[in-house]
């Protein structure tokens, strides 16, 4: 079982399979800083959602023109067996000199803020920017499951359990393989 040194009611936990068929209080999408949908996670999320998630973040962008890369915006989870779906934008991997690792962070503490915020107990994420963005997996795997542990091992979190589900499996031994190295 991975999560030694995380307390025990605050898991850290890797499945493999679809976002949109795991039970979570929020599930995050990896989005682009238009909001506009597309394919990868992004597209699933939204065929089983529904499009009263789109209208949500027409709305959104009318207000706020989008989304940074790095942050995220929060709307209803429609169809999903979730209350809230976070649409985090991940950066486009150039090599790794743009901020890119930086920006990743900031992708999965901004979701895990607004989780506490809501005071939300499990949060799912898919392996935000290493499909269409061509983000290396291994090197997005350590990026966020260090996130991820150092929001979990804080003081004050009332989030309990993190799941990453991840689409298939090399990118599944790939996190699996992050997280034996930093021993968590
Ligand atoms: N459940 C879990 N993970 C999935 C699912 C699913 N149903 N479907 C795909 N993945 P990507 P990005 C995995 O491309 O790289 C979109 O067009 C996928 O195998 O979805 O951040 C957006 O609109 C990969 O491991 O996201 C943006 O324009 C991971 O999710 C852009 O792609 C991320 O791949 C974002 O690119």
């Given at each position: 079982m991975h999560g030694t040194r995380i307390p025990q009611r605050k898991r850290l936990r890797l499945l493999i399979g679809d976002i949109t068929?795991?039970?979570?209080?929020?599930i995050v999408n990896a989005a682009n800083s238009r909001l506009?949908?597309?394919?990868?996670?992004?597209g699933a999320i939204h065929r089983a959602g529904g499009p009263g998630i789109m209208r949500e973040l027409d709305e959104i962008r009318a207000r706020q023109g989008g989304c940074p890369t790095g942050s995220a915006v929060a709307t209803s989870a429609g169809n999903l067996p979730?209350?809230?779906?976070?649409?985090?934008?991940?950066?486009?991997?150039?090599?790794?000199?743009a901020?890119?690792?930086?920006?990743?962070?900031?992708?999965?503490?901004?979701?895990?803020?607004?989780?506490?915020?809501r005071g939300l107990k499990k949060i799912s994420f898919p392996s935000i920017s290493t499909g269409a963005y061509r983000y290396p997996v291994d090197e997005a795997a350590e990026v966020a499951l260090r996130a991820v542990a150092a929001h979990l091992t804080r003081e004050n979190t009332r989030v309990e359990e993190v799941l990453f589900v991840l689409f298939d499996k090399a990118t599944y031994d790939s996190y699996a393989r992050v997280l034996k190295q930093l021993e968590y």
């Open positions: 068929r795991v039970a979570a209080d929020a506009a949908g597309g394919g990868g996670v992004d979730a209350q809230f779906v976070f649409h985090a934008v991940g950066p486009v991997y150039r090599g790794g000199r901020r890119e690792a930086e920006l990743l962070a900031s992708c999965y503490r901004t979701c895990l803020e607004m989780a506490e915020e």
